[in-house]
């Protein structure tokens, strides 16, 4: 478990294309009270967003049932690569700080990617702990080494990040953390 004691949870939602690509910040809580919950843990979530208006910030949320929320905006990515080895789980979007969180972590700490509309294979960092879950969508594009832009290829449905229900994203990180690889 984490180094402060319980589980350190690190969730990214700095992105470059919000309504798009942003999983929110109930989600990740939601995400991280059902990993706390089944592991019969405390969690802490830090919630990792993109600059802040006047530069570094850290705010803090009540302590929910299992997790105690910190809000991370605009945090370096040189102090985050120092942070995110000390994390037991790194979930975000298709974004550069969770190819950063990927490249800075040790194999047995997994780091999970969400890609909703471009290939998960173009863009994960192919370590074998930085793993991809993906719409119909991403997996089509991986299939064909397509991009939906550079290929013109329009979605047949409104693709967002809100296809990875919580729930089924907590079994999946459960597992990764028990030690089970896809």
């Known amino acids: 478990m984490g180094w402060l004691g319980g589980l350190t949870i690190a969730a990214i939602t700095a992105t470059s294309w919000p309504e798009r690509k942003d999983y929110t910040a109930q989600r990740y ?3 991280a009270e059902q990993i706390a919950e089944a592991q019969q843990a405390q969690a ?5 967003g993109g600059a802040a208006e006047d530069g ?4 803090a949320e009540a302590p929910r049932r299992h997790v105690q929320v910190l809000h991370l905006d605009g945090v370096p990515a ?3 690569a120092d942070l995110f080895p000390h994390c037991d789980l790194i979930v975000g979007n298709d974004t550069g700080l969770t190819h ?3 490249m800075t972590r040790s194999p047995e700490r997994p780091v999970i ?3 909703a509309r471009h290939s998960h294979s173009k863009w994960r960092t192919g370590l074998p702990h930085h793993h991809a879950i993906a719409t119909d969508l991403s997996d089509r594009m991986h299939q064909g080494d ?6 013109a290829i329009p979605p047949d449905v409104d693709v967002h990040m809100d296809a990875f229900p919580p729930a089924e994203l907590a079994r999946v990180c459960l597992d990764l953390l028990n030690g089970v690889r896809p």
């Open 29 to 31: 809580i939601d995400l």
């Open 56 to 59: 570094f910030s850290v705010s």
């Open 100 to 102: 950063l969180a990927a």
């Open 78 to 80: 040189d102090q985050l």
């Open 113 to 115: 990617g969400l890609y």
């Open 146 to 151: 397509l991009c939906p832009v550079r290929d």
């Open 44 to 48: 802490r979530l830090l919630l990792i």
